[in-house]
């Protein structure tokens, strides 16, 4: 069965940072393009970070500057460290591997509370 496993959430304090991972099992990640999404409470999810099969990445405006996503495809893993984080970083973050042709997989998510 097909897992993708985020970790790395938590609790943190405005401006501080934290690494989100996540890691595919079966599936390989280097054949397909990696998201991370996040939804807040009483909000629509929103894609925050695109991490192409070449590597490539690309963010939601309002992280630009402040998070960046990778990819490691040897350990089958993701990661989005994000820096500077805000209040409004507070949210329940997801990650999906999609592929045209292989389908979309989503994991179950991890908890980020920004939070003085």
């Known amino acids: 069965q097909v897992r993708l496993v985020e970790s790395g959430g938590g609790l943190v304090q405005p401006g501080g940072s934290l690494r989100l991972s996540c890691t595919a099992s079966?599936?390989?990640?280097?054949?397909?393009?990696m998201e991370w999404y996040r939804q807040a409470p009483g909000k629509q999810r929103e894609l925050v970070a695109t991490?192409?099969?070449?590597?490539?990445?690309d963010y939601v405006d309002s992280v630009k500057g402040r998070f960046a996503g990778s990819r490691e495809n040897p350990k089958n893993t993701v990661y989005l460290q994000m820096n500077s984080l805000k209040p409004e970083d507070t949210a329940v973050y997801y990650c999906?591997?999609?592929?045209?042709?292989?389908?979309?997989?989503w994991g179950q998510g991890t908890q980020v509370a920004v939070s003085s």
């Open positions: 991490i192409g099969r070449d590597g490539n990445s």
């Open positions: 999906k591997a999609t592929s045209p042709l292989r389908g979309d997989y």
């Open positions: 079966i599936l390989r990640i280097s054949l397909y393009t």
